[in-house]
């Protein structure tokens, strides 16, 4: 029972573009979603979090958008760039349960 | 400050044979976790735990065992290692206080492979 669903396997955009990446739960528990970056050989690294609370939440390039009543999230990457190209991981938790339940990840491939 | 280091990076194991996978961390962090990474999966939790002397499984805790004798180290032990156990691990920490929990930051991981 996957609780954290990321549908796209891959996304591909051009450079200087707009990547969105999508991401929906189905825990209504879950009140604090991540965004994980990795690359190949290398441990996931964070990039951006969203509250409950919150609907968005922006850090320079990358955007968090959060609908709750659709148990949906997106992350914008604009603009996108060649070093974006990565596995991007969704996760989410719930209350007091700090263990995070990941998504299986989207391949983002940025082309020059 | 290295963060969170894993050894060994790269390993193959005979069906049956046992290995520990050791993790420790220079942040001063009380949680700690245990990830498996199988091809186009997500990072599914092994064990966690919540600062030295306590340990909880996680999502998937069969053939592997843990203890967190220090707030640093926090080893991953596979008693008889099956084919099933190919994967990639995954150490991670994070720092839970009063305000919740911080990021979970990861180690570079372990690949492993049972013949």
């Known amino acids: 029972d996957q609780q954290v669903k990321q549908n796209s396997p891959s996304l591909s955009v051009q450079e200087g573009r707009i990547s969105i990446l999508n991401c929906d739960y189905t825990?209504?528990?879950?009140?604090?979603f991540l965004w994980y970056k990795k690359y190949p050989a290398e441990g996931p690294t964070f990039l951006i979090s969203?509250?409950?609370?919150?609907d968005k939440n922006e850090d320079g390039r990358f955007t968090v958008f959060l609908n709750k009543s659709a148990k949906h999230l997106s992350l914008h990457i604009v603009p996108s760039q060649p070093g974006d190209s990565a596995v991007y991981f969704c996760a989410a938790r719930g209350g007091s349960n700090y263990k995070l339940t990941f998504g299986k990840g989207t391949l983002l491939t940025v082309n020059p | 400050n290295a963060g969170v280091t894993q050894t060994p990076k790269f390993r193959i194991l005979k069906i049956g044979q046992s290995m520990t996978l050791q993790c420790t961390q220079d942040m001063n962090h009380n949680y700690m976790y245990w990830y498996r990474q199988d091809p186009g999966m997500g990072l599914k939790l092994i064990y966690y735990s919540v600062g030295a002397g306590i340990t909880d499984k996680g999502e998937v805790p069969n053939g592997y065992n843990v203890s967190r004798s220090t707030t640093e180290d926090f080893p991953l032990r596979l008693e008889l290692a099956a084919p099933s156990q190919t994967s990639v691990y995954f150490c991670?920490?994070?720092?839970?206080?009063?305000?919740?929990?911080?990021?979970?930051?990861f180690g570079p991981g372990t690949r492993l492979t049972v013949l």
């Open positions: 991670a920490s994070s720092l839970v206080g009063t305000r919740g929990q911080d990021t979970q930051y």
């Open positions: 825990n209504s528990m879950f009140d604090y």
């Open positions: 969203i509250s409950s609370i919150k």
